[in-house]
């Protein structure tokens, strides 16, 4: 309790509120006092959720911090919430990355200050509500409603084909959405009457129903990892989005596609999930292997680290797969330690970006002979994106191959070639925009990060760097959720 509030209530809807006082600050002559308010709703909003962290009981796999409230009380639907250590760590994750994004906005967006603040931190509590329901249609809600804000974020503050993206952005994810949609209501009917997550874990339901729902889940969750091939979507948001859109792209909502295979997809549809697992594999390596060859091939900055999501994200679903407790264990590292690298890279771009008005490699040359600080946090966040032991990057990968290997040693062997792709395509664009001499009269003319961006990049290399050298606290709180989740799909619903 916070307050005597529920802790899981506040984290929903504190941001939601503090994103309409936001809003209700007007046109830009009140710009300054937006921003501070924004600032102030996102550092309360990261606050409050520390308490998920400090109260949650490592011991137990049951869902904590519940809250229930009746809804819709003709169908039975519940505004029921809880996390269990699966989904605690998302919340966090997501709470303390929207302070970052209003202070890399901070001097940047000069037209619809408010709006855009309030984009993200109402997009935060909605967001956070995806992570805690426990109520089909309150997830069904707030899944579709986290569309709403992204859509604007890249439609207005986005680049020149804004509009494009953004448009291609929603129809990916709502029709994707609208198969989910469909099996809810077919549980909802086969369960007697209830939307209750935990209770459709527990029903028997017949293979064929259940690889139709599985299937159904694949196509919402499958588009937001995104895995291949339904990943078109992502390259063009990423290159279109403003550099706090990016951001959360990157660290938040494709892991929100990702926990829906846990929550939903492998304990409803068991069965399912160990049939059709070879081609989800397969679709994992693809996504590893192909789509890591493709980053290398990227001229523009920002594309090539979206590609390179996508494949790192292959890791994620690779480890759920393998149905063992350190592959899952890994995949679930793998998506807190991506929020970070990812979200940090692409925090680097846009510093850039800031200053030069041009994503391209080729514009750039000996950046580091001008922005000698800031080419220092970009080596480490670079070298975290490679995998390098001692960084957030490596501890999540390793034990996804570890597990691939258990499994099968060539499902680790392709897993493995990250390690030289990831490399191979994040050191070469190092390479060619920090190092060399001075390329042009407007690099000579860059200057070095400013406070505000030193506070931002420590903020994430201590975060890379600690989870990095010591991630017990981060698996810890895991264990119990995913051996139980494991043990649950291990049992056959027929």
Known sequence: MIFGLPVLSVAIWLPIIFGVLVLATGDDRNAPLARIIALVGGVLGFLVTIPLYTGFDKVTSAMQFVEMKDWIIRYNIHYHLGVD??????IILNSFFTPLVVIAGWQV???RVAQ?????????????????????????????AMLIPMFIIVGVWG????????????????????????????LYNQSGGSFEILDFHQMPIPMTAQILVF???FMAFAVKVPMFPVHTWLP?????APTGGSVILAAIMLKVGAYGFLRFSMPIAPDASHSLAGMMIALSLIAVVY???????????????????ISHMGFVTLGFFIFNAYGMEGALVQMISHGFVSGALFLC???????????????????????????AFFMLFAMANSGLPGTSGFVGEFVVILAAVKANFWYGFLAATTLIFGAAYTLWMYKRVIFGAVANHHVAELTDLNGREKLMFIILAITVLGMGLYPLPFTEIMHASVNDLLVHVARSKL
């Open 215 to 217: 299937l159904a889940f």
């Open 236 to 240: 063009d948001a990423h290159v279109e």
């Open 349 to 375: 771009i846009g510093v850039l970006y800031d200053r030069m008005h041009s994503r391209k490699i080729s514009d750039y040359g000996g950046v580091a002979n001008k922005m000698p600080v800031f080419a």
């Open 85 to 90: 250590g699966i989904s605690v760590l998302f």
């Open 159 to 186: 680049g020149a084909n804004r509009v494009y993206a953004a448009v291609k952005f929603f129809l990916y994810t709502l029709l994707g959405s609208l198969l989910m949609l469909v099996a809810l209501l077919y």
């Open 109 to 111: 967006i000069e037209k």
């Open 291 to 309: 789509i890591g060859l493709v980053a290398l091939t990227q001229s523009d900055m920002k594309k090539l680290v979206a590609y390179s999501s």
């Open 116 to 144: 855009y603040m309030a984009a993200f931190l109402i997009m935060s509590g909605i967001v956070n509500g995806v992570f805690a329901a426990l109520d089909a249609v309150l997830f069904y809600v707030f899944w579709e």
